[in-house]
Antibody, heavy 117, light 108 residues
Framework: EVQLVESGGGLIQPGGSLRLSCAAS????????MHWVRQAPGKGLEWVSH????????RYADSVKGRFTISRDNAKNTLYLQVNSLRAEDTAVYYC??????????WGQGTLVIVSS | DIQLTQSPSSLSASVGDRVTITCQAS??????LNWYQQKPGKAPKLLIY???ILETGVSSRFSGSRSGTDFTLTISRLQPGDIATYYC??????????FGQGTKLEIK
């Protein structure tokens, strides 16, 4: 059974940083693309970033470019999102998802990030 | 960036009805469109990929189609368990892989 388990969210002050993690199991993590998608409270889905299987390709939404960094550790079957210079508008549930470059058949349960003073 | 215009934003239908949700792309994206279902408090679930291919394990009451830049998700014989918000998503060429605004489906 495929499982994606996010962690690392929480309450953080504006300008702060967090590292979100996503532990994967039940599929060949090292072979697939992975993504981060977020959802602000009561709002729709927003694609944030993706990374290819070996980490050589990383792309970002304009809204997070220069502030967020996606990475992966294939030895640990774990996806990461380093989020810096956080703003109130970054408040959202952050989902990790996979396994293709554009199609998201696997989703985690999400981790909530609240940016507030 | 490619924009997706999803309609309606909300929809109320009766059990057993046939429901149609549309998604219009701002430019040609070929068949690079997916449909997701999101129930309250849950992660999205892939229903349809490549515009019309049913994801494994998804009920055959769900179907997808394409006409040019217009895409349609159809739910036949609506069931109470279909209550959710539905999103389209395009993945043509390079990111951002935009989502539609969502359609909230309710039972009358």
């Amino acid at each position: 059974e495929v499982q994606l388990v996010e962690s690392g969210g929480g309450l953080i002050q504006p300008g702060g940083s967090l590292r979100l993690s996503c532990a994967a199991s039940g599929f060949s993590f090292r072979s697939y693309w992975m993504h981060w998608v977020r959802q602000a409270p009561g709002k729709g889905l927003e694609w944030v970033s993706h990374i290819n299987s070996d980490g050589s390709i990383r792309r970002y939404a304009d809204s997070v470019k220069g502030r967020f960094t996606i990475s992966r550790d294939n030895a640990k079957n774990t996806l990461y999102l380093q989020v810096n210079s956080l703003r109130a508008e970054d408040t959202a549930v952050y989902y990790c998802a996979g396994p293709y470059s554009g199609t998201l058949g696997y989703w985690g349960q999400g981790t909530l990030v609240i940016v507030s003073s | 960036d490619i924009q997706l215009t999803q309609s309606p934003s909300s929809l109320s239908a009766s059990v057993g009805d046939r429901v149609t949700i549309t998604c219009q792309a701002s430019q040609d994206i070929g068949n690079s469109l997916n449909w997701y279902q999101q129930k309250p408090g849950k992660a999205p679930k892939l229903l349809i990929y490549d515009a019309s291919i049913l994801e494994t394990g998804v009920s055959s009451r769900f179907s997808g189609s394409r006409s040019g830049t217009d895409f349609t998700l159809t739910i036949s014989r609506l069931q109470p368990g279909d209550i959710a918000t539905y999103y389209c998503q395009q993945y043509d060429n390079l990111p951002p892989y935009t989502f539609g605004q969502g359609t909230k489906l309710e039972i009358k």
